[in-house]
């Protein structure tokens, strides 16, 4: 497996995405506008939780899974082309970032409304149209906790899914700082995180997280409800 992505004609980004016994193969061109704001380009986050789904893309197929913050969206779209009921979102103040969100689905063969679902949702604020969204088996997201100063307006919104649809929230992070911290707000909001080894899932499915790190410290956790 190489974790390596890489670059088309189009300025897109191509993601291979193999089994390692099987002859299961993924290819993904996610576009990107690097000279754009931040939510138009793929973060390393993203590569990694997209191969942790890609590692579990037997069970996902079929869930409900509604990305967060999603940006490029590749971890989501992965999603859906293996079969899960996908929803995409990022802030709804932000619609030329929908608007690219859509593009990137459209470019991998999947139409909004009809294959999977577009919508703005602005983390810690509850407008009438994001309580009709859902429910969700599962929410994902890569590197939302990139400011200290968002980490409660997250948590609030994914607090609210965790109880309305007793799913779970799994997201990678890239460790900025190591005074920043979750775990008053996970008290406060009566949620809980749960490291994921992904060495040692690295292992079983032949995918090499060290590699898709790099020099980067990322992490992969699961919260649900304490």
């Known amino acids: 497996m190489s974790g390596a992505a890489v670059c088309t004609n189009s300025g897109g980004r191509r993601f291979v995405f193999r089994a390692a016994s099987l002859p299961d193969q993924l290819d993904l061109i996610v576009p990107e506008l690097l000279q754009a704001s931040y939510s138009f380009y793929i973060w390393p986050s993203a590569p990694v939780l997209a191969w942790f789904l890609w590692s579990q893309r037997n069970s996902i197929c079929g869930k409900r899974i ?3 913050g999603s ?3 590749l971890p989501g779209i992965l999603a859906a082309k293996c079969g899960a009921i996908v929803t995409l979102t990022d802030s709804c103040t932000l619609p030329k970032s929908l608007a690219h969100i859509s593009h990137c689905c459209q470019v991998n ?3 909004p409304g009809k294959d999977i679902e577009v919508v703005g949702l602005s983390w810690g604020l509850f407008l009438k149209d994001n309580f009709r969204i859902g429910p ?6 890569s590197d939302c906790f990139y400011d200290p100063a968002i980490f409660e307006e997250i948590l609030v919104t994914i607090a609210y899914f965790l109880e309305r649809d007793n799913a779970r929230f799994l997201f990678t992070y890239q460790e900025r700082s190591s005074d920043w911290t979750i775990e008053a707000l996970l008290k406060k909001w009566n949620l809980k995180a749960n490291l994921i080894d992904l060495l040692s899932i ?17 992490h992969l956790l699961e919260i649900v409800r304490a």
């Not at 969700?136 to 997201?141: K, S, V």
């Not at 079983?204 to 997280?209: A, D, L, S």
Request: zero cysteines; aromatic letters at 6%; glycine letters at 18%.
């Open 109 to 111: 063969g999947l139409t």
């Open 71 to 73: 940006g490029t969206a």
């Open 202 to 218: 690295g292992e079983v499915h032949g995918i090499n997280f060290a590699e898709l790190m790099g020099d980067h410290s990322i």
């Open 66 to 68: 509604l990305e967060i």
């Open 136 to 141: 969700f088996d599962l929410i994902i997201g």
